[in-house]
């Protein structure tokens, strides 16, 4: 058989894609950088801004390639002689020396990038000039806002409104400490025009009902709130095993701790668990949050997040998503448990006094001591909150990154596996009360190391940095799409009925004749039907065809599926090979994905060898009689090599070593 392969690949111009990755349109390098890391983009500007070892970019979206002084922008991070050999003299890894980006951040109505980088093991707050990169004040050194290691999990925000005095702050999720063993949620000291207005506060780090080894993803600025999200260690089971859990944490902006009790300690500190789970009777849960992106659409915020099961190689991932009216809705109002020795219990809702924990105060000191008491031992409500169906739920992939396009009828979402360097386009839509999903697009991105962070300018590119550098890829490869079904369920992409051919939507495509495009998430469009000619492939005895087809697709002959064997074949691609055709071919092929059919076509086979009358089928007879002549030859191969084996087996008397 691998013969007959290689004669369709090569003479009859059938190159099948085995390994379906993608090329970056663009991609942008430095020589001189070590490792390329947080991501954040300006849609308004088209400006990317991409930390790394060594420097801070400012990459023009379109073409991050262009390195035209008014799109490009450099900013190097140096750290002097002195600096370098104390660091290198001190430091566990030389590399921690390094100066490099741990979080950037907009600020000041994007025209400032807040950067805190990790100088020679010093942690430098420096605010940049988003077009130049020049310092708009000189770098300082603040410990609290990013961790020297970056392999340890934090997070920070920055909350330019609604804090004490209107006074700009970060607020971290981070660790402290010789080897990084203080968790903490932390702000620092508030100042204002230079002048400390507020202390620092934050959570009690020595208690581990607060937060207990926790491991950060994301942190948002949401109305008078700041929430973190994160995974911890729930509990021991009885096993002694580490039960870890998703979590949601909120603190109050205007928070500024206790006056006695809780004493520069968050007073409005409440957290839930995230329930990322597949119901049944023993419900399936993924436990370990990955990353989490939040999006404001129609007045209200959701939380995309994705979740797996473990972070070892062989584990489960899917994506759940959370509203911000359901994460508040069960903070203010949920049962409060109180942990004892014993185990956790809940707390009925009469013993939760006038100042409910997670409630916030205009002025935090005037809380009593009583009720802060109270505040300090009931911290986690009982119940969870639900992140809906899960979608893609996913085998042997860990989902660590993801980033979100809002349409106008539907999200989109990419997910990201760092280390496959795998992405999945997934559209997300609601339908009456019910949120849906349909996997579009899945594809291994052609980088040549695993993916440090991803960004998206909507409806156009997304951008992932690795350690040599950043790559761009379109949001869609519309003109891969083989048929007006596949390509009108790409939120992207439009179907020319006259060419038959897909591609990129534009403004003038989507409302022009001629050219078709759906209007409903995760729906072909009706109007496919009666462009879609069905395909009818003619074949003659003994050929072999390929009948296009779509990645995950299932393939039917008249309503029965095909199941890959000698002369059938499945494509990576989706595509449908048949070998050496014979009578019993004919009939009609579908691709289908779920009930939808993706193609169509249908095979008709000629029989008559005999007496060729046209060139196709002059060829296909030769082909049958090549065909003859090799399994001749093949035959008397095999007669020939038994013949002498049978010569050496009388020889030796026995044929056991053959
Ligand atoms: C990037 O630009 C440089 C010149 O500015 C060019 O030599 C190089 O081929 C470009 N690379 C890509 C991937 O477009
Ligand atoms: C950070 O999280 C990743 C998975 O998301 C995990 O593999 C890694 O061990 C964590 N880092 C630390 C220092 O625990
Ligand atoms: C999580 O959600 C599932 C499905 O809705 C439900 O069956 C389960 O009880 C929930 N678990 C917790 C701990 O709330
Ligand atoms: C005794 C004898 O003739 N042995 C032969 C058996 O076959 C092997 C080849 O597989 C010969 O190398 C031996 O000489």
Redesign the pocket.
């Known amino acids: 058989m691998n013969r007959l392969l290689y004669f369709l690949f090569f003479f009859c111009g059938l190159l099948v894609p085995l390994d379906a990755s993608i090329s970056a349109d663009?991609?942008f390098t430095d020589r001189t950088i070590g490792e390329f890391r947080e991501i954040i983009i300006n849609t308004k500007e088209n400006a990317l801004f991409v930390g790394s070892e060594g420097a801070i970019f400012r990459l023009w979206a379109y073409n991050i390639?262009d390195?035209g002084e008014n799109v490009f922008a450099k900013k190097q991070l140096i750290l002097s002689e002195s600096e370098e050999s104390e660091c290198r003299s001190t430091a566990s890894d030389e590399k921690l020396c390094r100066p490099s980006t741990r979080f950037l951040s907009f600020t000041n109505n994007m025209d400032s990038i807040y950067v805190c980088s990790s100088v020679g093991m010093r942690p430098e707050i420096r605010l940049l000039d988003s077009n130049s990169l020049q310092d708009q004040q000189e770098p300082r050194t603040e410990i609290g806002i990013c961790v020297v290691d970056p392999s340890f999990n934090s997070t920070a925000v920055v909350v330019d409104n609604g804090n004490p005095e209107e006074a700009s702050s970060v607020y971290s999720g981070i660790r402290t400490g010789m080897g990084g063993e203080n968790h903490l949620i932390y702000r620092p000291p508030l100042t204002k025009n230079g002048k400390q207005v507020h202390a620092s506060i934050r959570t009690i780090y020595s208690d581990n009902k607060w937060l207990n080894e926790p491991q950060f993803v994301g942190s948002f600025d949401v109305g008078q709130h700041v929430l973190f999200f994160f995974r911890e260690i729930a509990h021991d089971n009885s096993f002694g095993e580490r039960i870890v859990h998703s979590r949601v944490a909120r603190v109050c902006k205007k928070d500024i701790g206790g006056r006695n009790v809780l004493r520069q300690v968050w007073t409005s500190f409440v957290k839930a668990r995230l329930n990322c789970s597949v119901s049944a009777n023993f419900p399936f849960y993924f436990d370990h949050i990955q990353s989490v992106k939040r999006v404001d659409k129609h007045g209200e915020t959701f939380f995309y997040a994705t979740f797996s099961t473990s972070e070892t190689a062989f584990t489960s991932s899917a994506i759940c998503m959370f509203q911000l009216s359901s994460i508040n809705h069960l903070l203010d109002t949920g049962l409060l448990m109180e942990e004892t020795a014993n185990g956790q219990f809940s707390v009925t809702a009469d013993e939760t006094p006038a100042h409910r924990p997670g409630t916030c105060s205009s002025n935090s000191h005037s809380i009593s001591d009583t009720d802060l008491h109270f505040a300090k031992t009931h911290l986690l409500v009982s119940d969870s909150i639900s992140g809906g169906t899960p979608i893609l739920p996913l085998r042997d992939h860990v989902f660590t990154h993801l980033v979100i396009d809002q349409l106008s009828n539907q999200n989109v979402i990419f997910s990201f596996d760092s280390i496959h360097r795998k992405m999945w386009k997934i559209s997300h839509w609601k339908e009456g009360n019910e949120w849906k999903w349909n996997l579009i697009e899945q594809q291994t991105l052609r980088i040549p190391n695993r993916i440090n962070d991803v960004a998206l300018l909507p409806s156009e590119f997304f951008f992932v940095t690795s350690k040599t550098g950043v790559s761009q890829f379109s949001v869609s490869r519309c003109s891969d799409l083989p048929s007006c079904a596949l390509c009108s369920l790409d939120p992207y992409c439009s179907w020319n009925a006259v060419n038959s051919k897909c591609a990129l939507k534009t403004k003038t495509n989507e409302k022009s004749v001629g050219w078709i495009s759906s209007s409903w998430a995760g729906r072909i469009s009706p109007e496919c039907s009666a462009v879609e000619k069905l395909a009818v492939k003619d074949v003659y005895l003994g050929d072999g065809i390929r009948i296009s087809g779509a990645k995950g697709g299932i393939w039917q002959k008249d309503g029965r599926e095909i199941e890959n064997d000698q002369r059938h074949l499945v494509t990576e691609n989706g595509e449908l090979v048949i070998l050496e055709v014979g009578a019993e071919d004919a009939g009609t092929f579908e691709c289908l994905r779920g009930n939808i059919v993706l193609m169509k076509a249908r095979v008709v086979v000629h029989e008559n060898c005999a007496r060729p009358t046209s060139v196709a089928e002059y060829r296909s007879c030769q082909r049958e009689w090549c065909k003859k002549a090799d399994a001749y030859k093949a035959a008397l191969n095999i007669w020939s090599d038994s013949n002498k084996k049978n010569v050496q087996c009388k020889a030796n008397g026995s044929n056991i070593h053959h």
């Open positions: 663009n991609t390639n390195t």
